[in-house]
Each structure stands twice: as C-alpha cells, then as structure tokens.
C-alpha cells in the first residue's frame, strides 16, 4: 500500500470493542494491517491479552482495554484512560455484540434487557464518551456494527433485529449531531457469518441450505470480507460519507 493512500490508517489509533474474538478480532487485525495502532476492548482481560500478543507476534501494535460496554462507567472511565494513558482514539469500532433466541411470545424480560442493553445502549454510551474526546479536535471516525437484520426479520430473534433496527437509525442520529464537529460516523451491516455467536446455526444443516438458497452468493461470509469496508468506512477514503449504513451480506438485502 502507497504510504499516501487514501485507506492507509497509519499514525491513527482505533478502539475495538468486543475485540476478543468473531468479527471485532478480525476486524481489529485488519485495521492495524492498514497501519493503525489498536485498542482491543472487551469483558476477559485474559482473552483479549492473548489477542493482544497474536496481534504483536505479527508485528502489529495493540494494547487492552478491558471494560463492560453496559456498564456506563466503567466506559467513560475505560475511555478516559484510553485518551489519558494510551492517546487519542480516532477511529471507534462500536461491535461487541449478543444475540438471543426464542419465539417472541416466550421471550423472556431478562434477555430482552441484555439485548437492549448490549446491543443498542452501550453503541450510545462508548460512541457518546469517545465523540466527547473528538469532537473539540474536529475530526474523528465510529463505525457501528449494525446487521442483515437492521433490514430483515427472521424468526426468534425479533428482539435482536429490534436492537439493529435501532442501532441503524442511531448511526444517522450521530452522524446528523456530530457531522457538523468533523466527525464521521457510518454504519457496517454484516450478512450471516459464522462466529460464536451463530455456532448453533452453522450446526444447523438445513439453516446453512435455507441460506445458501436466500444468499445470492450462496454461502457464509468470511470475517476477513468485513475488513475492507471497515478500512474504508476507518480511512480518509470514505470523507464524505456520514450517515451510511455498508451491507456486506452477499447480497441477501437486495434480492426477494
Ligand atoms: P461474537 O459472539 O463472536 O463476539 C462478540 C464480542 O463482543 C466478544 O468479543 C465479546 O467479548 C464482546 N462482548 C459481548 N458483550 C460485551 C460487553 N458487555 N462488553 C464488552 N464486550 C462484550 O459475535 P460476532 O463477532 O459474531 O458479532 C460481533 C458484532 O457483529 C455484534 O454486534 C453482532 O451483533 C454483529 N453481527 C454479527 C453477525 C454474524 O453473522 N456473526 C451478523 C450481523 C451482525 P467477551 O464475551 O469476552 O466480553
């Protein structure tokens, strides 16, 4: 990569939540590939410390920042110092993630309110403490992980798609009170890639015949897809762009 290129993130620093494994580790991998020194966040110190030195050993720089996206605190707190003891984040990777399933009339009140709370108000609480430290430098980049399912619905996960949905319309909220500061704030909506978080479905043989059907490209994503969008969703590639929200799905928003 030419050291002028648009999509290079060398001398920025990205933070990474829900970094210790699945697309946020991919994605944390692949940005400090484009150059950007990395902050790896997520709830098991012990994790994202071995993610931390398979990023180092590859010669690529990253430190933790061990914190719990619900907890509202323990946010402000984990991002000040972040800003204090490491430097400035440029670049926010709202991702970490849950998902629960049940037929919505059996749903119960407690995974309701940690999908809410996961999915949907800590993307609020990070995006709001890091916008704090960006907006009086006038520049700054958050990429929220949105979903196939901020589009579509499928059964036992409406409180999931709910959150996404939520999520999408938040993405435009941030980008709508914070463009006008200098920053940048899109969304990135992954497709069906198997992860932890769908390890019963890709268990599930005719899960994996239904999509392939529904799919116009016909398979699971790779993690590694998600990177380029990222980068370019990261990187002065993308300086006029606020407000989107990226499908990278296969093609399974655009097609019946
Ligand atoms: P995984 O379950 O593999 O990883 C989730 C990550 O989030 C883990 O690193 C986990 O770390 C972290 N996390 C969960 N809760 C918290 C918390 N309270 N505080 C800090 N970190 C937390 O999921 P995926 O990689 O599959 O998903 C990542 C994102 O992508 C999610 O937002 C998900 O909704 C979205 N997505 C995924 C799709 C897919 O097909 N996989 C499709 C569309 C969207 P730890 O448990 O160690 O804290």
Not at 90 to 108: E, M, T, V
Not at 110 to 118: Q, R, V
Not at 202 to 225: M, N
């Amino acid at each position: 990569m030419p050291e002028n290129s648009l999509f290079s993130l060398a001398g920025k620093r990205a933070l990474v939540t829900g970094a210790s494994r699945g697309i946020g580790l991919t994605l944390a991998r692949g940005l400090a590939e484009y150059g950007a020194e990395i902050v790896l966040n997520g709830r098991d110190p012990g994790r994202l410390e071995d993610a931390r030195v398979a990023l180092e050993k590859d010669g690529l720089k990253a430190v933790t920042a061990p914190f719990d996206v619900t907890d509202q605190n323990a946010v402000i707190e984990g991002v000040e110092a972040i800003e204090r003891d490491v430097g400035p984040i440029d670049i926010l990777i709202n991702n970490a993630g849950i998902q629960r399933r049940a037929p919505l009339d059996q749903f119960k009140r407690a995974d309701w309110d940690a999908l809410i709370s996961t999915n949907l108000n800590a993307v609020f609480f990070v995006g709001q403490a890091v916008a704090r430290h960006m907006i009086p430098r006038g520049r700054g980049k958050i990429v929220n992980i949105c979903s196939v399912q901020s589009e579509l619905a499928r059964p036992g996960i409406a409180p999931y798609t709910a959150t996404k949905g939520a999520v999408k319309n938040l993405t435009k909220g941030m980008a709508t009170d914070w463009a006008r500061h200098g920053l940048q704030i899109n969304g990135l909506a992954p497709g069906y890639f198997a992860t932890e978080m769908n390890k019963a479905l890709v268990e599930d043989k005719a899960f994996t015949e239904w999509l392939c059907k529904r799919t116009p490209a016909a398979r699971w994503g790779q993690t590694e897809e998600l990177i380029g969008a990222a980068v370019f969703l990261s990187s002065d590639a993308s300086s006029f762009v606020n407000g989107h929200v990226l499908m990278v799905d296969g093609g399974i928003t655009a097609s019946l």
